[in-house]
């Protein structure tokens, strides 16, 4: 099922279209006509890990806009559970439901151990191509400093 490597930095990522958690279509290419985007790869909605790093890109989501980026969470989940999940914790930012794992695949993200879903984020440059690539299923909210740091380093 998996077996893709991650997308490295200088890769251009691939384009997609997910439905957020209201349902609507979202796609990769239109996002970044306006900005950058920080595409964040994580296991399950509600999860503890998952939660934490989800209200620190939602307690961090004005330094994104400030870099002109936009935040985009990905998981298998539902549109349905992505709204219980955005309206619980107030997320002000997209959460894609990519249910069949094509976009999963697309980028690279395995399964940590077989069991636990990938937890990613890419940083993507308005030009479509990878910026950064942070990979740490235990280091859930090190990935908003990292995708930070990155987008920082897009206006030098």
Not at 23 to 45: E, H, M, W
Not at 85 to 102: C, V, W
Not at 125 to 138: C, E, P, Y
């Given at each position: ?79 349905e559970k992505h709204k219980a999940f955005?309206?619980h914790h107030r997320l002000p930012f ?14 690279g993200v395995t399964p940590t151990l ?43």
């Amino acid at each position: 099922m998996f077996g893709v490597k991650m997308l490295a930095v200088g890769q251009v990522a691939p384009d997609f279209t997910l439905p957020d958690q209201d349902g609507n279509p979202q796609n990769l290419k239109t996002i970044l006509a306006r900005g950058p985007a920080v595409v964040y790869f994580y296991p399950r909605d509600e999860t503890p890990g998952c939660t934490a790093q989800a209200c620190k890109f939602r307690d961090d989501y004005a330094d994104f806009k400030d870099a002109g980026a936009e935040v985009l969470g990905v998981s298998d989940d539902s549109v349905e559970k992505h709204k219980a999940f955005a309206i619980h914790h107030r997320l002000p930012f997209r959460l894609l439901a990519d249910t069949d794992n094509a976009v999963h695949r697309a980028y690279g993200v395995t399964p940590t151990l077989g069991i636990l879903r990938g937890r990613v984020t890419y940083v993507i440059d308005q030009q479509g191509k990878i910026a950064l690539t942070f990979d740490s299923q235990l280091r859930a909210t090190a990935h908003i400093g990292e995708a930070l740091a990155a987008l920082r380093g897009l206006k030098k």
